[in-house]
């Protein structure tokens, strides 16, 4: 929630924006390196879990 705030400050109306200005957050998000995944990005994660597997 934190990250989401330095993009999103608390009570701003959502609807100022548009889908995609929405969308390039989300991407920016999920595209930081997380320490939690040993500064892999959720997408990198999930492709090497993914080929793992199959």
Do not use: C
Request: net charge positive; charged share 20%.
């Amino acid at each position: 929630n934190r990250l989401l705030r330095q993009y999103l400050p608390h009570g701003v109306d959502l609807s100022t924006f548009s889908q995609a200005q929405l969308s390039a957050i989300a991407r920016q998000l999920n595209e930081r390196p997380r320490k939690t995944l040993m500064y892999q990005t959720p997408a990198e994660k999930f492709a090497q879990s993914v080929a793992s597997i199959g």
